[in-house]
C-alpha cells in the first residue's frame, strides 16, 4: 500500500509537469508528442515503457475511484499514438470531462454523433486518412452542427493553420504540445460549445439584440440574422461579432483579441484570429463588411 501511494504520488508529478529533458521517461532518441512544461522547449516522450507504466497507474486509480471525477462535456480524442491518446484520455477525465478515445479516422462522425459529444481533439495525421477530410465531414454533417473541433497535428506552419481552420476547426494546438494547453483550450472551446447549446433551447422573452444594418444578433439564443435569413456562426465566430457590437467605438488589436477569445489561458498565432476574421466574413456573405479592418492596428465595427 505505501509502495502504491509513493508510486501514485509520483504518476501525478510526473503528468502535471512533464518530465525534465533528463527525466528517463524521454530521451532525444525517443522525443515524441508533447512538449515539457518546465519552461523549456525540449520534447517530452510516451513512448517508452516507464511512461506507460506511469500510465496505468493513473487509469487504474481513476478506475478505482481513487482520483476525482466530476463528468462534465464529452470529448471524443482521435489519436493514433495509444500513449498520447491515453495521456490526453486521463488529463481531460481529471478536469472533468468524459473522454471517449478512437484511434482511426473511419466512423469518427457517427461515433461523435451517437456518443452526443460536445467536442472532437482530432489528430489531422492518421493512418487512414486526413484529419481536414475528417473535420469537412463533420462540418458537412447536420447531426453534428454544434460541434467543436480542435485539431492536434505536428504540422504547424502558417499555411497548415490556415489550411486546418479554414476546413472548419473550431481552434488549432501543434505538436509538440503542452497537455496543459490543450486541456485549457478544450475548457475554452466546451464551454463556448455549451453556452450555444443552452442559448439555442431559450425563447425570445427578454431577449438582448444587437443590430447593424440589416444584421440582428440574438445574444441569449445565439443567432444571427441577416435580412431576415439566419446565418450559421462557429462559437468563436459569434464571439468576434458580438464583441465588435458591443464595442462599436473601439479598435481591438490582434492580441486583444485572443485574450479575449481564450480567456487570457494560452497563447495563439495572432494569424489565427485574421482566419477567424476572413469565416466571419465568408458567412456573413453581403453583410461581412460588418468588420472593418484598421491597417497596422487590427479590427473594429464598420460604422453604419
Not at 517508452?48 to 463528468?71: C, E, K
Not at 494546438?173 to 463556448?192: D, G, N, T
Not at 450555444?196 to 440582428?216: M, P, S
Not at 453583410?287 to 479592418?293: A, P, Y
Request: charged letters at 25%; one cysteine or more.
Amino acid at each position: 500500500m505505501r509502495r502504491l501511494r509513493r508510486s501514485s504520488s509520483v504518476a501525478r508529478e510526473l503528468v502535471r509537469q512533464g518530465p525534465a529533458c533528463s527525466c528517463p521517461i524521454g530521451t532525444p532518441a525517443d522525443r515524441g508528442a508533447a512538449s515539457c512544461d518546465m519552461g523549456c522547449q525540449e520534447s517530452v516522450a510516451f513512448s517508452s515503457h516507464a511512461a506507460s507504466a506511469v500510465l496505468d497507474i493513473l487509469v487504474a486509480m481513476q478506475a478505482a475511484g481513487s482520483l476525482s471525477r466530476a463528468p462534465a462535456a464529452r470529448v471524443v480524442v482521435v489519436e493514433d499514438e495509444a500513449d498520447v491518446r491515453r495521456l490526453l484520455e486521463f488529463n481531460l477525465t481529471g478536469a472533468g470531462f468524459d473522454v471517449v478515445g478512437l484511434e482511426s479516422a473511419a466512423q469518427v462522425a457517427d461515433t461523435v454523433a451517437r456518443e452526443d459529444a460536445a467536442l472532437v481533439v482530432l489528430d489531422r495525421m492518421l493512418p487512414d486518412g486526413d484529419g481536414l477530410a475528417v473535420c469537412s465531414e463533420i462540418r458537412r454533417d447536420e447531426r453534428l452542427a454544434g460541434l467543436g473541433i480542435l485539431l492536434l497535428t505536428a504540422l504547424g506552419s502558417e499555411a497548415d493553420r490556415v489550411a486546418g481552420l479554414s476546413a472548419g476547426a473550431d481552434d488549432y494546438v501543434v505538436k509538440p504540445f503542452s497537455v496543459r494547453e490543450v486541456v485549457a483550450r478544450v475548457r475554452i472551446l466546451a464551454s463556448a460549445v455549451e453556452t450555444r447549446r443552452k442559448a439555442r433551447q431559450l425563447d425570445a422573452a427578454g431577449a438582448r439584440i444587437f443590430r447593424w444594418r440589416d444584421v440582428l444578433v440574438d445574444v441569449f439564443r445565439h443567432r444571427v440574422f441577416g435580412a431576415g435569413v439566419e446565418i450559421e456562426l462557429r462559437p468563436f465566430e459569434f464571439l468576434l461579432l458580438l464583441t465588435f457590437l458591443e464595442t462599436p467605438d473601439q479598435v481591438w488589436s490582434r492580441e486583444a483579441l485572443i485574450a479575449k477569445l481564450w480567456n487570457g489561458e494560452v497563447s495563439t498565432s495572432r494569424r489565427t484570429i485574421d482566419v477567424h476574421i476572413r469565416r466571419l466574413r465568408e458567412r456573413l456573405g453581403p453583410f461581412g463588411e460588418v468588420v472593418e479592418t484598421v491597417h497596422g492596428v487590427g479590427y473594429r465595427l464598420r460604422p453604419e
